[in-house]
Antibody, heavy 118, light 108 residues
Framework: EVQLVESGGGLVQPGGSLRLSCAASGFTFSSYWMSWVRQAPGKGLEWVADIKQDESEKYYVDSVKGRFTISRDNAKNSLYLQMNSLRAEDTAVYYC???????????WGQGTTVTVSS | DIQMTQSPSTLSASVGDRVTITCRASQSISSWLAWYQQKPGKAPKLLIYKASSLESGVPSRFSGSGSGTEFTLTISSLQPDDFATYYCQKYNTYRALTFGGGTKVEIK
């Protein structure tokens, strides 16, 4: 079964850091781009970042540039999101997803919740 | 950056109604558009890709059309399971996989 499972969410103070993980299974992880998408409470979906198979290309939404870093470990079938200098507006459910050329995002995790509050 | 605008933001409809949601891109994205359905507390689910191709397992009452800058998602006969929020997303480039603002389909 193709599956993505996120972990690492939690409560963090403004200015703090958090590292999210996404464990992939059921497909050849190293063959796919991967993405992070977030959803603030009561709001819509927002693409956050994505990363190419070999990490040679990484892209971010403007609001997280310089604060968030996407990475992956193909040997561990894992995707990561290092989040630094967190702000209240980063509070959201964070999903990892598999974007496929010509298909869109065909596989999603269940999400992990990040709350930035003092 | 290309912006994606959905309308309406909320739609009230009854079971059996034909429902149409529109998504507009600020520049041409050819047919690189996907539609997703999301229910409360759940991850989004891919419905339509490449503007008009139905994802495997998705009921045929869902259809998509359009190209360039204007796209539509149509539900031919709304079913109780279809009350949810729908999002469009452009994927012409990995540099910005932008979503539309969403359309909530509510029970009338």
């Amino acid at each position: 079964e193709v599956q993505l499972v996120e972990s690492g969410g939690g409560l963090v103070q403004p200015g703090g850091s958090l590292r999210l993980s996404c464990a992939a299974s059921g497909f050849t992880f190293s063959s796919y781009w991967m993405s992070w998408v977030r959803q603030a409470p009561g709001k819509g979906l927002e693409w956050v970042a994505d990363i190419k198979q070999d990490e040679s290309e990484k892209y971010y939404v403007d609001s997280v540039k310089g604060r968030f870093t996407i990475s992956r470990d193909n040997a561990k079938n894992s995707l990561y999101l290092q989040m630094n200098s967190l702000r209240a507006e980063d509070t959201a459910v964070y999903y990892c997803a598999r974007p496929v050329t010509a298909y869109g995002m065909d596989v999603w995790g269940q999400g992990t919740t990040v709350t930035v509050s003092s | 950056d290309i912006q994606m605008t959905q309308s309406p933001s909320t739609l009230s409809a009854s079971v059996g109604d034909r429902v149409t949601i529109t998504c507009r891109a600020s520049q041409s994205i050819s047919s690189w558009l996907a539609w997703y359905q999301q229910k409360p507390g759940k991850a989004p689910k891919l419905l339509i890709y490449k503007a008009s191709s139905l994802e495997s397992g998705v009921p045929s009452r869902f259809s998509g059309s359009g190209s360039g800058t204007e796209f539509t998602l149509t539900i031919s006969s709304l079913q109780p399971d279809d009350f949810a929020t729908y999002y469009c997303q452009k994927y012409n480039t990995y540099r910005a996989l932008t979503f539309g603002g969403g359309t909530k389909v509510e029970i009338k």
